[in-house]
């Protein structure tokens, strides 16, 4: 599984919209609206490559501005476990 923090920047007055949409998606879990304009939430896939995928979308949706990346942890993701002999 991979779990990533991310917070989603979004023009002001629309975070809401940005909030509701953003967990529509596989995998989002919002936390809290900083600001009224950043949008933090938590994304858990499978893969990493599931994970690009879906933060990929954030960007479509509309009042978004731009997505950070503040932490990920992927170390039981089926590649890595594989490489490591451990899959």
Do not use: R, W
Not at 14 to 42: N, R, S, Y
Not at 59 to 77: A, S
Request: charged share 25%.
């Amino acid at each position: 599984m991979v779990i990533s923090g991310i917070y989603v920047e979004t023009i002001p007055g629309q975070d809401g919209f940005a909030a509701e949409k953003l967990m529509e998606l596989p995998g989002v879990e919002v936390h809290h609206i900083h600001e009224d304009k950043k949008v933090i939430l938590t994304l858990e896939t499978d893969t990493v490559d599931q994970s690009y995928l879906t933060a990929e979308k954030f960007k479509l949706i509309e009042g978004v501005l731009g997505i950070c990346l503040v932490y990920t942890n992927f170390e039981d993701e089926p590649f890595y476990q594989e490489a490591a002999g451990l899959g």
